[in-house]
Nanobody, 116 residues
Framework: QVQLVESGGGLVQAGGSLRLSCAAS????????MGWYRQAPGKQRELAAS???????IYDDSVKGRFTISRDNAKNTIILQMNSLKAEDTAVYYC??????????WGQGTQVTVSS
């Protein structure tokens, strides 16, 4: 079992920046992917960005060039730096992990609201 603690959401004006952090604890040794999903009101949850233990990053097309995901393996923490935020980035952001057996764990979610 993996426990995830998220921080860093909030309210920001369009064009601004926010930084999300997620710390993993528990059975972390089999984790191979960490990342962030987001869910806007009335929409399905979608992947925003992910990063593997080896550093391979995947971004949704809508956030490429604006979001940067990084990982501190020693601290079992990932950071999502979000710049040039748009109103359409408004969503609940969920930290997640996937281990080598394909098992996913989820954080409780943090609200990001971008005012236009």
């Amino acid at each position: 079992q993996v426990q995830l603690v998220e921080s860093g959401g909030g309210l920001v004006q369009a064009g601004g920046s926010l930084r999300l952090s997620c710390a993993a604890s528990g059975n972390i040794f089999t984790i191979n992917v960490m990342g962030w999903y987001r869910q806007a009101p009335g929409k399905q949850r979608e992947l925003a960005a992910s990063i593997t233990t080896g550093g391979t990053r995947i971004y949704d097309d809508s956030v490429k060039g604006r979001f940067t995901i990084s990982r501190d393996n020693a601290k079992n923490t990932i950071i999502l730096q979000m710049n040039s935020l748009k109103a359409e980035d408004t969503a609940v952001y969920y930290c997640y992990t996937r281990n080598q057996y394909g098992l996913a764990s989820w954080g409780q979610g943090t609200q990001v609201t971008v005012s236009s």
